[in-house]
C-alpha cells in the first residue's frame, strides 16, 4: 500500500512538471485597454508614495524596432522564386495564409509594441463616441508567462494621464498583477494624490479580465492562439 501511494505521488508530481514546463513555453498576447470616467464622483484618493512600489529594474518597456526591408532579398528576388516573403521577414505585420497554432515562443520577440489588438478594438470605438468616457491608451504585446519573480513589470504611460504596470506570471496558476493610477496632471489636482487599482487575480487564457475603479477602468485580453 505504501509503495503505491508513494508511486502515485510521483506520478502525478511528473504531470504537474510536465505541464508547468509547457506552460513556460507559451507566448501569450496581452492586449490592454485603459480609460477614465472622469464625470463620476469619489472620495477614495490615496498617497501616491505609499502605494507604488515598482523598482525600475522590475520593469521593462514596449519597444519598437525599426522595420527594414531586406534589400539583399529584394535584389536576389529577380533571380530566384519565392523569395518575396524573405523580403519582408522582420517586419511583424505580414503573415501567411496559414495561421498558427500558436505564438512564437522566440523570445527575442516578447514586448515588442505590436499594432493595437483585435479583441478589445469594438469596445475601444464604443468608448471613444461616448461623451461621459475618455479613451486613455491601448496597447499590445507578445511575452512569456515566467514565475512571479523572473517575470516583469511592462510599464504602459502617457507621461501626462496615468501610469500602469502589467505583470503576466505563472505560478500554480496563471496569472496577471495590475497596478495603475490616473495622476495628477489629468485630475487637475494641485495635492499629490492619485485614483489607483492594485490587482492580483487568476487568468484564463483566451478571456478578457475587467479592473474596475469609479474613476477609470482597465480591460485586459489574453491570448495563447491567434
Avoid: C
Wanted: no cysteine.
Amino acid at each position: 500500500m505504501i509503495l503505491r501511494n508513494l508511486l502515485f505521488i510521483f506520478i502525478t508530481l511528473q504531470i504537474l512538471l510536465v505541464n508547468s514546463e509547457d506552460s513556460m513555453d507559451l507566448t501569450y498576447e496581452i492586449e490592454v485597454l485603459i480609460y477614465a470616467t472622469p464625470e463620476n464622483i469619489t472620495d477614495e484618493k490615496f498617497i501616491l508614495t505609499n502605494y507604488i512600489k515598482v523598482t525600475n529594474n522590475e520593469v521593462v518597456e514596449l519597444t519598437t524596432p525599426e522595420k527594414k526591408i531586406n534589400l539583399k532579398a529584394l535584389n536576389e528576388s529577380f533571380n530566384y522564386e519565392y523569395k518575396f516573403g524573405d523580403i519582408f521577414k522582420n517586419i511583424l505585420s505580414i503573415r501567411s495564409n496559414d495561421e498558427r497554432k500558436s505564438f512564437s515562443n522566440n523570445s527575442g520577440f516578447w514586448y515588442r509594441d505590436l499594432d493595437n489588438g483585435k479583441s478589445l478594438a469594438s469596445i475601444k470605438r464604443r468608448i471613444s463616441r461616448r461623451n461621459d468616457f475618455k479613451y486613455l491608451g491601448h496597447f499590445t504585446w507578445h511575452q512569456g508567462a515566467l514565475t512571479s519573480e523572473k517575470s516583469p513589470y511592462v510599464r504602459l504611460s502617457n507621461d501626462t494621464d496615468f501610469e500602469l504596470y502589467v505583470k503576466t506570471y505563472k505560478s500554480r496558476y496563471l496569472h496577471i498583477d495590475l497596478k495603475g493610477f490616473l495622476k495628477n496632471e489629468f485630475l487637475n489636482d494641485d495635492k499629490l494624490t492619485n485614483y489607483y487599482i492594485n490587482k492580483d487575480i487568476r487568468v484564463f487564457p483566451n478571456e478578457i479580465y475587467y479592473f474596475d475603479h469609479p474613476k477609470f477602468g482597465v480591460l485586459v485580453s489574453i491570448k495563447d492562439k491567434p
